[in-house]
T-cell receptor, first 112, second 116 residues
């Protein structure tokens, strides 16, 4: 069985400070992991994906995530938050044996 | 290029009416997914189509919900005898390979359904 847990439902940071959105997964197989972003009234957009090539994955808009097997984590980070980063972020896990599972989402707010 | 297109973007209807939602996937994408997103919540899987295989309907919440897809093209999600709890955004996504879960999904902007 596989599952994904986003540890924070809401994260608020000041503009220009680092962003950390936490995600833990559980999978019986070597997982594929994704982060998506959803802006208001829009569909989801892929930020980045991990598929076992490299543990540090760089995505769009300056985001990156590190796959840590020992911690079963795939946290999303960005060195410096921008106002346009305010959105909902979803961590997603997939495996060869199951459908894709979405986390419950983390709402990121940016303070001026 | 064209992305996933959903129509209508908004739909308001009375309780008990039937509604039909449409999704045009990216050309050549063999996998197509439907999700429901209630206000302030995550995505709830409904159904997915993978090429010409039988669809996975395991996420459909009741027999009032059904979906069809013709080949690798348009899909329609139908909700019969709508209830107020059906109010949500319905998102469609497609991906380029059949049922391969390491492929990213490309999402439409969704249909916002409101049941009065």
């Amino acid at each position: 069985a596989q599952s994904v847990t986003q540890l924070d439902s809401h994260v608020s940071v000041s503009e220009g400070t680092p962003v950390l959105l936490r995600c833990n997964y559980s999978s019986s197989y070597s997982p594929s992991l994704f982060w998506y972003v959803q802006h208001p009234n829009k569909g989801l957009q892929l930020l980045l994906k991990y598929t076992s090539a490299a543990t540090l994955v760089k995505g769009i808009n300056g985001f990156e995530a590190e796959f840590k097997k020992s911690e079963t984590s795939f946290h999303l980070t960005k060195p410096s938050a921008h106002m346009s980063d305010a959105a909902e972020y979803f961590c997603v896990v997939g495996s060869s044996a199951s459908k894709i599972i979405f986390g419950s989402g983390t709402r990121l707010s940016i303070r001026p | 290029g064209a992305g996933v297109s959903q129509s209508p973007s908004n739909k308001v209807t009375e309780k008990g009416k039937d509604v039909e939602l449409r999704c045009d996937p990216i050309s050549g994408h063999t996998a197509l997914y439907w999700y429901r997103q209630r206000l302030g919540q995550g995505l709830e899987f409904l159904i997915y189509f993978q090429g010409n295989s039988a669809p996975d309907k395991s996420g459909l919440p009741s027999d009032r919900f059904s979906a069809e897809r013709t080949g690798e093209s348009v899909s329609t999600l139908t909700i019969q005898r709508t209830q107020q709890e059906d109010s949500a955004v319905y998102l469609c996504a497609s991906s380029p390979r059949t049922g391969v879960s390491n492929q990213p999904q490309h999402f439409g902007d969704g249909t916002r359904l409101s049941i009065l």
